[in-house]
C-alpha cells in the first residue's frame, strides 16, 4: 500500500519567510510524528499528534514552529519567520497506536529539504 | 530512555554478515531494542525490535545479551543495497517518540 508522503520534496525560501511543509501519513495510522535531521547526525524528535491533538510537543525548538493536524490525517508543519539554521530534512512518520496506548513501529516518508538562504 | 553506543562505522564484504553491536548498558526492564536504518537520502526504514528474546524476521536477526546490557543486530548475507546508517533505538514501547543517536555507517563492499 501507499506509504507516507511528503511534499514538497524540496524547499528553498530566504530568511525571513514563512514556510508550510505537508505529510500524508499511511491511512489508518492514527499517530502522526515529526523529526528534523540536519547533516551527519539523526533524527531529532519535534512533535507528536495523537489524532487531531498534539500529545507531545516538547522537541519543538521555539514558538517559531508550529504544527496541525486538523482531520487527524494530513498535518502541517509551519514555520514562521526562518532561520539559516532551519536548515535540514523534516521528516514525518506514522504509526498505529495499540489500545493499551502502547506505539507500534514507525513509517517514515521521504522528507522535505529545507534550506533557508 | 537509555542511550545507547554503536560504533560510528563499519564495513563488510558483500555475501558475509554483517555484525552491528550496540551497547546499552543502562536498559530498563520494560525498554525494548529498536532497529532502524536509513539508506542515503531516504527517510529511516523499521528492521526489527525485540524485548529479551532473540528475534528474526525476514530482514534480519536481533541477538540480546542475556543481561540486557548489549545487542547485535545480525544481516546475514549483506548486499550492497544494505549499505546505510544503522541506529540502535530503547525505548518504552508507549514512549511515542524516538531518540536516535548517530548510528553506525555501514558500507557493504564488493
Known amino acids: 500500500g501507499a506509504g507516507v508522503s511528503q511534499t514538497p520534496s524540496n524547499k528553498v525560501t530566504e530568511k525571513g519567510k514563512y514556510v508550510e511543509l505537508r505529510c500524508d501519513p499511511i491511512?489508518?495510522?492514527?499517530?502522526l510524528y515529526w523529526y528534523r535531521q540536519s547533516l551527519g547526525q539523526g533524527p531529532e524528535f519535534l512533535i507528536y499528534f495523537q489524532g487531531t491533538g498534539a500529545a507531545d510537543d516538547s522537541g519543538l525548538p521555539n514558538d517559531r514552529f508550529f504544527a496541525v493536524r486538523p482531520e487527524g490525517s494530513v498535518s502541517t508543519l509551519k514555520i514562521q519567520r526562518t532561520e539559516r539554521g532551519d536548515s535540514a530534512v523534516y521528516l514525518c512518520?506514522?504509526?498505529?497506536?495499540?489500545?493499551?496506548?502502547?506505539?507500534?513501529?514507525?513509517?517514515f516518508g521521504p522528507g522535505t529539504r529545507l534550506t533557508v538562504t | 530512555d537509555a542511550k545507547t553506543t554503536q560504533p560510528p562505522s563499519m564495513d563488510c564484504a558483500e555475501g558475509r554478515a554483517a555484525n552491528l553491536p550496540c551497547n546499552h548498558s543502562?536498559?530498563?526492564?520494560?525498554?525494548?531494542v529498536y532497529w532502524y536504518r536509513q539508506i542515503h537520502s531516504q527517510g529511516p526504514q523499521y528492521i526489527i525490535h525485540g524485548l529479551k528474546n532473540n528475534e528474526t524476521n525476514e530482514m534480519a536477526s536481533l541477538i540480546i545479551t542475556e543481561d540486557r546490557k548489549s545487542s547485535t543486530l545480525i544481516l546475514p548475507h549483506a548486499t550492497l543495497r544494505d549499505t546505510a546508517v544503522y541506529y540502535c533505538i530503547v525505548r518504552v514501547r508507549r514512549n511515542n517518540d524516538m531518540r536516535f543517536g548517530a548510528g553506525t555507517r555501514l558500507t557493504v563492499k564488493p
Open positions: 543502562t536498559i530498563s526492564g520494560n525498554e525494548y
Open positions: 512518520a506514522s504509526s498505529l497506536t495499540g489500545t493499551s496506548g502502547s506505539s507500534y513501529e514507525q513509517y
Open positions: 491511512s489508518g495510522h492514527t499517530a
